[in-house]
């Protein structure tokens, strides 16, 4: 339906069109701001249609368009989104635009490219999303890295050519392992089509390398427990802009990637290694925690608390297996599902929203170091109380949108086995700790040092952009309903593909 | 042997197939006339006429038509679409070479008609062979344009290294040649024929894929591939002689050179030996892994770019050979497909070294590059263009390029050398990887502006933006090569 609209080409090429234009203009940093901002914008308006226009109650891909690219292989130009990729989108474009609006002062060198860059990132991560050739979704998997490779490695700190090349390496070597397996599959069934590869037969053998090869190049983009190493050292060198995108979007293409790849390719050899995942997610969830409670430089700390987080995703995901094996019931693994991916929406806005509040902070001080602040809610009385209300929402306090996706996760915990739901639930203890220790640490007490003391308060620009995101997580935390209803045929779907072997007779 | 009694107006017939040697051969003769006769100041204009001959070549190889496999003058001469693609490429690619030699080589003093007269036969050395249908033609070819390589690496009289280099070529070249020859005389021995149609016939039919006598030939043709390819364990030359050639000389023997070797392999191993495959197969499996490690990893440790780029070279070839080996019509497309997006990329790369090199001033280090984004933006991003698609990074060439390969191993079931040769291109991003560093996230040492004529220029962005152009749609190019090899 609407495919005559080509509305996901434009949201893919727009932005990237918009990006090589901004890079054009060289030196003039303000019209290339302004060009930013109305490309941004106008993605965002874009992507609305997608929300008001999408047929709820059916697990058919939509918006979908088809056209022939390169005939030797059989890939096509073949996009569509269902209720799981959907909202990521939306969140992709929204999240963008806020990075134009809070990178807008706080960039002094090649400003043009900085903010092409992002416009380019984005078209390609849209593209990730409503990819449904195997080869278009590899090339834009790929092509994602380049951008954000260029980002941290030029406006970073000062390790950031370690941690840009760390971050290279790290998602590009699970990447191709992906490829290869592609390639398998294309050579099985002479088709790159998605929808060909959830529908072929195949061995439990089969099944396990390719869901391994998978497992190593999405658990990288998670990141899940021992492959995480990367992220604490990109997020801490990346500037605002980038560590927003990195928490709030690349993340969450591993979970996506975990949806749309290997669960429903691999449904045996998913169930048969689910133990795997679900160890990992709850070694994520408690160690991590912990980790994240020693840190002493805020990003590391909420870079911490993202793996934790979606330690939570991919417990959620993976948690049915084990609801049917104790249950013999399925009525519980689409719960997980949904909380999984609402999980991943709420956490693209509060991480990305608490990444924005320590670059206010960073852009002041220029210090990202605990240590150095103390009492900000005395100087910056507005900044505190969105600092505060991000801080609850991470740690998941009821009416935030923190809340919803854990709540789903760990009720779908409890009908798998009890111990899983109490290990998932630590996270609410220690997210509570970590988090509102910092937001103590930082914010409240007395007035640490002149710096602080000479602090001024969130200017409109900054206001607007955490307002933005404030309204986004209340308004999920609030009132989830429907964004629970556009993903529930889908989530309903991939819950029958899991059930359903494909094991060749 | 040339089957039947010789009859000369049927010979003479079949001249017209190759017109576009003859006119180049001619061409390159009257541009050495002409030399003699001019001036210093007159002497750009060689440059311009060897440009000319060649895109005029290229043109006559195109405009004719073939329909199917032509084999001319009594079975020496042999014209497919592999051979005209080839040809095209070829000659595009050294106009290209000519465009970014020539300021080089009027800095550098040493702006003499004989490199471009060099560089023509060494072209219709290249041509020949790419056309051969015997195992003389096959040899003559190479030598003619090996013989060329030689003359133009010792170019530059006054340079030392460069004598070295040329010396090191020459003796191993021809070490190789002679491996190459022997294994040819062997092949004849047993099968009693130097026409590969003859020879491929003689080994199917009789059935002596597996016998012993072809196994030594077959393993000494395999070294004289090996060497003028330069996979490893044949590799020595490669590094020492791309660094030591004036850079206008490298940027040869890195493009136009390689797609010869590839051609001498396509027309040696699955032409004319295609019933020995498993046998052959086996010994590129080896040639292959060895040369995807060791270039990859020596690459990492190297400061300088044309060394760096040499390393990368052999990696290259043996990600090439993975489409060979795989004994498939599908990958001998993907290798040809590989091989051609490797000298457009390639070509680039080391025009990016000739477009910054000055007076006196190389611009092969790697730290030449620092900061280049902030000298030159546009020129930056090609440069980082051409790194990416040596990576193999999708939206840009190489990435289709590795699919290709890749997806042939695949299907005769080589996983495990599919997972390997991924994990190598993983050590190759890194040193790739490394130069855009080096552009975008360094401050520069150097403020000069780029020089360079607007030609030059004009043409290596054009070369640069070729390697995105096919990445985002390869269709065509993978299409041309699925036709060539069918």
Known sequence: MMSSTHLLSWLIFLPIVGGVVVLGLGHRATLAKWLSLAVSGLALLLSIPLWTWFKRGTPEMQFVERAPWISTIHSEFYIGVDGISMPLILLTTFTTLLIVIASWQNVEKRVAQYFAAFLILEGLMIGVFAALDGVLFYAFWEAMLLPMFIIIGVWGGPRRVYAAIKFFLYTFIGSLLMLVVLIYLYLKSGSYELAVFQRMPLTLTEQTFIFLAFFAAFAVKVPMFPVHTWLPDAHVEAPTGGSVVLAAIMLKMGGYGFLRFSLPIAPDASRELDWLIIALSLIAVVYIGFVALAQRDMKKLIAYSSIAHMGFVTLGMFIGFQIVAHTGRTSGIAMGMDGAVVQMLSHGLVSGAMFLCVGVMYDRVHSREISSYGGVVNTMPKFAAFMVLFALANSGLPGTSGFVGEFLVILASFKANVWYAFLAGTTLVLGAAYTLWLVKRVIFGEIANDKVAALSDLNGREFLVLGLLALAVLLVGLWPAPLLDVMRASTQHLAEQLLFSKIAP | ?486
């Open chain 2, 1 to 486: 042997m040339i089957a039947g009694s010789f009859n000369p107006s049927f010979f003479s017939s079949g001249l017209v197939h190759a017109w576009p040697e003859i006119f180049l051969s001619l061409a390159a003769c009257a541009i050495l006339m002409l030399d003699l006769l001019l001036n210093d100041a007159q002497r750009r204009w060689i440059g311009a006429l060897a440009v000319i001959s060649l895109l005029v070549t290229a043109v006559l190889v195109v405009a004719h038509p073939v329909p199917t496999k032509i084999v001319a003058l009594g079975g020496l001469f042999e014209l497919d679409r592999m051979a005209q693609i080839l040809k095209v490429v070829t000659l595009l690619t050294v106009a290209a070479v000519f465009v970014y030699s020539t300021d080089y080589l009027q800095r550098r003093a040493i702006f003499k008609g004989e490199y471009f007269v060099l560089g023509l036969f060494a072209t219709l050395g290249g041509m020949v062979l790419i056309s051969a249908g015997s195992l003389i033609t096959l040899y003559l070819g190479l030598e003619l344009m090996s013989l060329c390589l030689y003359a133009m690496v010792a170019f530059d009289r006054d340079s030392g290294v460069a004598a070295e280099s040329a010396i090191k070529y020459f003796v191993l070249g021809s070490m190789a040649s002679g491996t190459l020859l022997y294994g040819m005389s062997i092949v004849y021995g047993v099968t009693g024929s130097l026409e590969l149609a003859e020879i491929a016939s003689v080994v199917r039919n009789a059935a002596i894929g597996g016998n012993i006598g072809l196994m030594f030939g077959v393993a000494f043709l395999i070294v004289g591939v090996g060497f003028k390819f330069g996979a490893v364990p044949f590799h020595m030359w490669i590094p020492d002689v791309y660094e030591g050639s004036p850079t206008s000389v490298t940027v040869f023997i890195g493009t136009a050179s390689k797609l010869a070797a590839f051609a001498l392999a396509m027309r040696l191993l699955p032409e004319a030996l295609g019933a020995s495959q498993p046998d052959w197969s086996q010994m590129l499996v080896v040639l292959a892994v060895l040369s995807m490690a060791l270039g990859n990893i020596v690459a990492i440790a190297q400061t300088n770019l044309k060394r760096m780029l040499a390393y990368s070279t052999i990696s290259h070839i043996g990600f090439v050979l993975l489409g060979i080996l795989s004994g498939t019509a599908q990958g001998y497309q993907a290798a040809m497909f590989y091989m051609i997006s490797y000298v457009i990329v390639a070509a680039g790369a080391f025009g990016m070294i000739l477009l910054l090199a000055r007076q006196g001033f190389e611009a092969d280090k790697l730290t030449d590059f620092k900061g280049l984004n902030a000298r030159s933006p546009w020129f930056a991003g090609m440069m980082a263009f051409l790194m990416f698609s040596l990576a193999g990074i999708p939206l840009f060439i190489g990435f289709w390029a590795k699919l290709g390969v890749i997806q042939a191993v695949l299907s005769v079931h080589l996983t495990w050398l599919a997972v390997i040769a991924v994990l190598f291109s993983v050590v190759g991003a890194f040193y790739y990887l490394r130069i855009v560093k080096l552009m975008y996230f360094d401050e520069p040492t150097d403020t000069t502006a780029i020089g360079g004529s607007i030609l030059m220029r004009t043409v290596l962005s054009a070369n640069a933006l070729l390697a995105l152009a096919f990445g985002i749609f390869p269709g065509t190019l993978l299409e041309i090569c699925q036709r060539a090899l069918q």
